[in-house]
């Protein structure tokens, strides 16, 4: 989703590790990352980097700060191990360059209308920060919390957050958690909970930018891309729902069948440039079966292919229209144009406002729960 309009971002940063530039002892993730440059500290709670690798030699590195995927190797059709997942080389990279990067996405992913809901009866107003609405949970989302992190296993990491009645305009004190696990099919599987003192709205996602070409300097256009959706949700100029559920036949968002995504992104279409792109909400077909693919997306350079499995009833795609080539990633790499493509499971963006829509309400004595799944696989 689009590059946030970002106040300031308040986190105090004191580095524990060795920092940038200079050279560290301690050993190097399969992905190339320094661990101690991801010991810190940020608003006085210590961040680390976790390591997670399948017994096919699959790595994950996450980070508790904005309980953020960091790095994924997998191997492509010639065996070689890519990194396709977008981010950076340090904590500090992660607090002075703000971005959505591999994020845990919360209270609630996507945006609501004009930062505005009620609940009950009471009316709420959230930070506004992106074209007139709140967006990912406003100023200082998920995405800037230290989460508390515990290895479970070797393939196995959770990440927990207090999130406190009243933060970023949310009420209810909400504990939340999401454990990441490896499996030995290549999948990344993401389990979300959460529990509420007080009625309240959640829709956590996870917000990884994929590169399945593990080349950033290179755009998706040749990727094709894959929606089990028969419909979409259209968005006006500043990127809202309209409360419509629009059907994607004879248009640019039919995405039943593969598509090459160059081949539609650009075309003459009031969506399209609503969006700068494609930057929308798919309604599934799958109504929440973990077993039937949701979307998915290949690159026939690498023939890697990722498959997503979610328990959710949407999934807001979005092409990377705001990187720019401004932002300097790992290995000092410059992220450029629609360098990659997100895969953001969901409820539907503004559902709060839209009754008629999947509840996001969560009550006292009630379990918030989501799964999606990201599989790797190798088409020769």
């Given at each position: 989703?689009?590059?946030?309009?970002?106040?300031?971002?308040?986190?105090?940063?004191?580095?524990?590790g060795?920092?940038d530039?200079?050279?560290?002892?301690?050993?190097?993730?399969?992905?190339?990352?320094?661990?101690?440059?991801?010991?810190?500290?940020?608003?006085?709670?210590?961040?680390?980097?976790?390591?997670?690798?399948?017994?096919?030699?699959?790595?994950?590195?996450?980070?508790?700060?904005?309980?953020?995927?960091?790095?994924?190797?997998?191997?492509?059709?010639?065996?070689?191990?890519?990194?396709?997942?977008?981010?950076?080389?340090?904590i500090?990279d992660?607090?002075?360059?703000?971005?959505?990067?591999?994020?845990?996405?919360?209270r609630y992913?996507?945006?609501?209308?004009?930062?505005?809901?009620?609940?009950?009866?009471?009316?709420?107003?959230?930070?506004?920060?992106?074209?007139?609405?709140?967006?990912?949970?406003?100023?200082?989302?998920?995405?800037?919390?230290?989460?508390?992190?515990?290895?479970?296993?070797?393939?196995?990491?959770?990440?927990?957050?207090?999130?406190?009645d009243?933060?970023?305009?949310?009420?209810?004190?909400?504990?939340?958690?999401?454990?990441?696990?490896?499996?030995?099919?290549?999948?990344?599987?993401?389990?979300?909970?959460?529990e509420?003192?007080?009625?309240t709205?959640?829709?956590?996602?996870?917000?990884?930018?994929?590169?399945?070409?593990?080349?950033?300097?290179?755009?998706?256009?040749?990727?094709?891309?894959?929606?089990?959706?028969?419909?979409?949700?259209?968005?006006?100029?500043?990127?809202?729902?309209?409360?419509?559920?629009?059907?994607?036949?004879?248009?640019?968002?039919?995405?039943?069948?593969?598509?090459?995504?160059?081949?539609?992104?650009?075309?003459?279409?009031?969506?399209?440039?609503?969006?700068?792109?494609?930057?929308?909400?798919?309604?599934?077909?799958?109504?929440?079966?973990?077993?039937?693919?949701?979307?998915?997306?290949?690159?026939?350079?690498?023939?890697?292919?990722?498959?997503v499995?979610?328990?959710?009833?949407?999934?807001?795609?979005?092409?990377?229209?705001?990187?720019?080539?401004?932002?300097?990633?790992?290995?000092?790499?410059?992220?450029?144009?629609?360098?990659s493509?997100?895969?953001?499971?969901?409820?539907y963006?503004?559902?709060?406002n839209?009754?008629?829509?999947?509840s996001?309400?969560?009550?006292?004595?009630?379990?918030?729960?989501?799964?999606?799944?990201?599989?790797?696989?190798?088409?020769?």
């Amino acid at each position: 989703m689009k590059k946030i309009m970002f106040a300031s971002l308040v986190a105090s940063v004191c580095l524990m590790g060795c920092a940038d530039g200079q050279k560290s002892d301690s050993k190097l993730t399969e992905s190339g990352l320094d661990p101690q440059k991801f010991e810190s500290q940020v608003d006085g709670k210590a961040t680390k980097l976790f390591v997670l690798k399948n017994k096919n030699n699959m790595e994950v590195c996450v980070t508790n700060f904005g309980g953020r995927i960091v790095s994924v190797m997998v191997p492509d059709k010639d065996g070689v191990m890519r990194d396709v997942v977008l981010g950076f080389d340090s904590i500090q990279d992660y607090v002075t360059k703000p971005s959505d990067f591999g994020a845990t996405i919360g209270r609630y992913a996507n945006r609501i209308n004009k930062g505005k809901f009620s609940l009950d009866g009471v009316d709420y107003q959230l930070p506004i920060n992106n074209y007139g609405h709140c967006l990912h949970g406003g100023l200082k989302g998920f995405q800037y919390a230290v989460f508390d992190g515990t290895q479970l296993s070797d393939q196995s990491v959770k990440l927990t957050y207090l999130s406190k009645d009243m933060e970023e305009g949310f009420p209810g004190n909400l504990t939340c958690s999401v454990t990441m696990t490896l499996t030995d099919d290549n999948a990344i599987r993401l389990d979300y909970e959460a529990e509420t003192d007080k009625p309240t709205i959640i829709n956590m996602t996870n917000h990884s930018y994929f590169n399945l070409d593990g080349d950033p300097s290179v755009n998706n256009s040749n990727y094709q891309l894959m929606i089990n959706a028969d419909n979409y949700t259209p968005v006006d100029s500043t990127f809202m729902t309209t409360g419509e559920i629009l059907s994607v036949a004879d248009t640019p968002m039919d995405f039943r069948t593969p598509v090459e995504i160059g081949t539609v992104i650009d075309q003459d279409f009031e969506q399209l440039k609503n969006g700068h792109g494609i930057d929308h909400n798919w309604v599934l077909n799958t109504k929440g079966d973990l077993n039937t693919v949701c979307a998915s997306l290949y690159s026939p350079k690498t023939g890697i292919k990722l498959d997503v499995y979610t328990s959710e009833p949407g999934v807001q795609i979005y092409t990377g229209n705001f990187l720019d080539g401004t932002l300097t990633g790992k290995k000092q790499i410059k992220y450029d144009f629609r360098a990659s493509v997100c895969l953001e499971t969901q409820k539907y963006p503004d559902t709060p406002n839209k009754p008629e829509w999947p509840s996001c309400v969560l009550r006292p004595g009630e379990k918030y729960t989501s799964q999606t799944v990201f599989k790797f696989s190798v088409e020769k």
